[in-house]
T-cell receptor, first 109, second 116 residues
Framework: GQNIDQPTEMTATEGAIVQINCTYQ??????LFWYQQHAGEAPTFLSYNVLDGLEEKGRFSSFLSRSKGYSYLLLKELQMKDSASYLCAVRDGDYKLSFGAGTTVTVRA | IAGITQAPTSQILAAGRRMTLRCTQDMRHNAMYWYRQDLGLGLRLIHYSNTAGTTGKGEVPDGYSVSRANTDDFPLTLASAVPSQTSVYFCASSDSAGGIGTDTQYFGPGTRLTVL
């Protein structure tokens, strides 16, 4: 089976930086995705990593280390609208996505 | 229609009743997926279809069936609903299922189902 772990909750102040860690153990690896999900809405795609290193996209960056089974999502210059759940998902050897339970980020003024 | 649509938005259903959740995409994506999302468990794959005419079982397929008669539609049927099937159901699609490029999955708005 697949095992994907991420913290349940994180709280940060508007304008700050938050780092959401994700560790995984899967049968095969074909990429790691981060999704954002606001309460009551669908998950929306944020980032994709398949090679080791950092991918930067505006205020959001995602890092991958395949040898360590580790990724993080970095949110910079936090805004109130960033309050949401962040889902780590790994595409396994069968090209199916397995999701972590999600990290709820609360941004406070 | 733009992207993926699901119907109904929400439904309250008596146990033992049959229910079909509808999913339609207009992106001409080959692969489609059904997930359920439960608090603390994250998204779990129920069934998938790599291309029209084919389907496969995911992590939690029991009590559910799917069909893929054409590219656009991927209905999910609960033959005899039970309270443990109370959940939020998301349909998703991707250009292919073969890991070609990013092959990002895009999600519909979800159906909130309550089985009493």
């Amino acid at each position: 089976g697949q095992n994907i772990d991420q913290p349940t909750e994180m709280t940060a102040t508007e304008g700050a930086i938050v780092q959401i860690n994700c560790t995984y153990q899967t049968s095969g690896f074909n990429g790691l995705f981060w999704y954002q999900q606001h309460a009551g809405e669908a998950p929306t795609f944020l980032s994709y990593n398949v090679l080791d290193g950092l991918e930067e996209k505006g205020r959001f960056s995602s890092f991958l280390s395949r040898s360590k089974g580790y990724s993080y999502l970095l949110l910079k210059e936090l805004q109130m609208k960033d309050s949401a759940s962040y889902l780590c998902a790994v595409r396994d050897g069968d090209y199916k996505l397995s999701f972590g339970a999600g990290t709820t980020v609360t941004v406070r003024a | 229609i733009a992207g993926i649509t699901q119907a109904p938005t929400s439904q309250i259903l008596a146990a033992g009743r049959r229910m079909t959740l509808r999913c339609t995409q207009d992106m001409r994506h080959n692969a489609m997926y059904w997930y359920r999302q439960d608090l603390g468990l994250g998204l779990r794959l129920i069934h998938y279809s790599n291309t029209a005419g084919t389907t496969g079982k995911g992590e939690v397929p029991d009590g559910y069936s799917v069909s893929r008669a054409n590219t656009d539609d991927f209905p999910l049927t609960l033959a005899s609903a039970v309270p443990s099937q109370t959940s939020v159901y998301f349909c998703a699609s991707s250009d292919s299922a073969g890991g070609i490029g990013t092959d990002t999955q895009y999600f519909g708005p979800g159906t909130r189902l309550t089985v009493l």
